[in-house]
Antibody, heavy 114, light 106 residues
Framework: EVQLVESGGGLVKPGGSLRLSCAAS????????MNWVRQAPGKGLEWVSS????????YYADSVKGRFTISRDNAKNSLYLQMNSLRAEDTAVYYC???????WGQGTLVTVSS | DIQMTQSPSSLSASVGDRVTITCQAS??????LNWYQQKPGKAPKLLIY???NLETGVPSRFSGSGSGTDFTFTISSLQPEDIATYYC????????FGPGTKVDIK
């Protein structure tokens, strides 16, 4: 079964850091680009970052550029999002999604609050 | 940058009604478009990919059409379980989502 499972969310203070993980199974992870997408409470879906299959190409939304870092470990079938300098407006459910959006995880909630 | 618009932002319809949602891209995205259904507290569920292809296991009352800049999503006969928010999403250049259409029962 093709599956993505996010973890690492939680409550963090403004200015703090958090690292999200996404574990992939059921497909050849190293062949696909991967994405992080977030959804703030009561809001729509917002693309956050993308990474190509070999990590050669990396892209970020302007809202997170310079604060978030996407990475992957193809040997571990895992995708990561290092989030630094977190702000209240980063509060959201964070989803990992495969390439064009054909496969999504269940999401992990990040809450930034003092 | 590509912009995605979606209309209407919300609609109410009766069970059995035909429901249509439109999505427009600010530039040609060929057929690189997905449609998702999202229920509260759940991850988006892919319904339509490549603008018009029904994802495996999705009921045939859902359909999509269009190419280039103008796309349409249709529920041929609205069912109570279709109450959700629907999003279009382009993947011609990274991922970008429409603002969503909230569908409920009249």
């Amino acid at each position: 079964e093709v599956q993505l499972v996010e973890s690492g969310g939680g409550l963090v203070k403004p200015g703090g850091s958090l690292r999200l993980s996404c574990a992939a199974s059921g497909f050849t992870f190293s062949s696909y680009s991967m994405n992080w997408v977030r959804q703030a409470p009561g809001k729509g879906l917002e693309w956050v970052s993308s990474i190509s299959s070999s990590s050669s190409y990396i892209y970020y939304a302007d809202s997170v550029k310079g604060r978030f870092t996407i990475s992957r470990d193809n040997a571990k079938n895992s995708l990561y999002l290092q989030m630094n300098s977190l702000r209240a407006e980063d509060t959201a459910v964070y989803y990992c999604a495969r390439d064009t959006g054909r496969v999504w995880g269940q999401g992990t909630l990040v809450t930034v609050s003092s | 940058d590509i912009q995605m618009t979606q209309s209407p932002s919300s609609l109410s319809a009766s069970v059995g009604d035909r429901v249509t949602i439109t999505c427009q891209a600010s530039q040609d995205i060929s057929n690189y478009l997905n449609w998702y259904q999202q229920k509260p507290g759940k991850a988006p569920k892919l319904l339509i990919y490549d603008a018009s292809n029904l994802e495996t296991g999705v009921p045939s009352r859902f359909s999509g059409s269009g190419s280039g800049t103008d796309f349409t999503f249709t529920i041929s006969s609205l069912q109570p379980e279709d109450i959700a928010t629907y999003y279009c999403q382009q993947y011609d250049n990274l991922l970008l989502f429409g603002p969503g259409t909230k569908v409920d029962i009249k």
